[in-house]
């Protein structure tokens, strides 16, 4: 095993001390229990936004706190759900008198632990909501979920949900934003690689170098299925196929492509995976009004991407284009 470490069981406090130290700004992060939170936080009137999960996934979800997008996050470790005594605390940290949203990804302990949270703190006063992103198509069931895994529209939900939240939205208004992307964003993705979780120190899964797999989960959870490598256009038309033919989306329909890489793809691939996403699209009658590319949401080191499809409607890329600011993604401020 070969990383940029100390100790295995270091990495992830570690890790937060860095965010700390680079974007004090931004942010702040407390250990005990361990959260990053907004700098500025709480902000009175303001919905409170919280994601979490675990640690890994860099940018998820501790980049992507700050001016409109999560006002905290709680990072678990390793590819383990963060604790409930975590969120809670996040919860009341954010709490500026208009209630909270949890963004949850499905996966069963994040679920288990983010409803344990809700209710300890609907008993203190705080007015909770929740939603379950479970955007992969890949897969019905997988090692960690009851139904589909939450993946790349999560990243998306947290963007426009911020957005509203900060034009001061309700906290109904600013859940049904996130049921909205829930309902209209699909995703897929394929390894190339395994990764190495650092305290286990040798790789999730085998996968040949001749070899790769499509539908891969987010901590290798296994996929659709696994065959020699192929070319890019040719993944790239995998990856599409079943995302566009779930919703269905209709001719004509406006939509943000998102292709994600998962940690140790170079953005050279990334857009040449775009370019054939974008084509694709296009063929279908879709129209791609906005995009996003890049390591958003990583397993480690794992070589390989996924493509995120939300339709969009003019409130929702209202949501999108307004400014934002964090460690992991910021524009128009």
């Given amino acids: 095993m070969k990383k940029l470490i100390n100790k295995p069981e270091d990495v992830v406090v570690e890790e937060l001390q860095g965010v700390a130290l680079a974007h004090p700004d931004l942010v702040k992060v407390f250990y ?24 890994g996934h860099e940018p998820m979800h501790g980049g992507f ?30 709490n500026g008198g208009a209630g909270v949203l949890h963004i949850v990804k499905n996966y069963t302990g994040d679920i288990m632990n983010f409803e344990m949270a809700a209710e300890l703190a609907r008993a203190e006063g705080i007015e909770v909501e929740s939603v379950v ?3 992969d ?29 900060e034009q001061r939205r309700s906290l109904k208004e600013v859940a049904d934003v996130c049921r909205k992307v829930k309902a209209w964003g699909r995703s897929m993705g394929m390894a190339l690689t395994s990764c190495t979780v650092p305290h286990v120190g040798k790789p999730t899964f085998d996968l040949p170098e001749d070899e790769m797999e499509i539908g891969i989960g987010i901590h290798g959870e296994p996929g659709r299925t696994r065959m020699k490598l192929k070319t890019a256009d040719e993944i790239t038309e995998m990856l599409m196929e079943p995302v566009l033919n779930d919703l269905p989306y209709k001719a004509g329909e406006e939509v943000l492509l998102f292709v ?14 775009y370019r054939k996403a974008h084509e694709i699209a296009t063929k ?3 129209k791609v009004v906005r995009n996003l590319v890049g390591p958003y949401i990583t397993s480690l080191e794992m070589a390989g991407a996924s493509i995120t ?11 999108w284009d307004a400014p934002v600011k964090t460690p992991g993604l910021r524009w128009g401020v």
């Fill in 284 to 286: 279908h009658g879709l």
């Fill in 32 to 55: 005990d229990p361990t959260y990053v939170l907004r700098a500025n936080a709480p902000i009175k009137g303001k919905v409170g936004l919280i994601s979490g999960g675990g640690s």
């Fill in 137 to 165: 198509v890949a897969v019905q069931d997988s090692l960690w979920t009851a139904g589909r895994r939450g993946v790349g529209s999560t990243v998306l939900a947290e963007k426009v949900c911020g957005a509203a939240a």
């Fill in 260 to 273: 994600n890489g998962m940690g140790g793809t170079p953005p050279i691939e990334l857009y040449i995976v």
């Fill in 309 to 319: 499809l939300l339709k969009m409607d003019d409130d929702l890329l209202k949501l």
């Fill in 65 to 94: 706190v700050g001016y409109g997008m999560l006002d905290a996050a709680c990072p678990g470790a390793v590819f383990t759900s963060p604790t409930p005594d975590q969120m809670l605390e996040a919860t009341k940290a954010v």
């Fill in 133 to 135: 992103t479970d955007d």
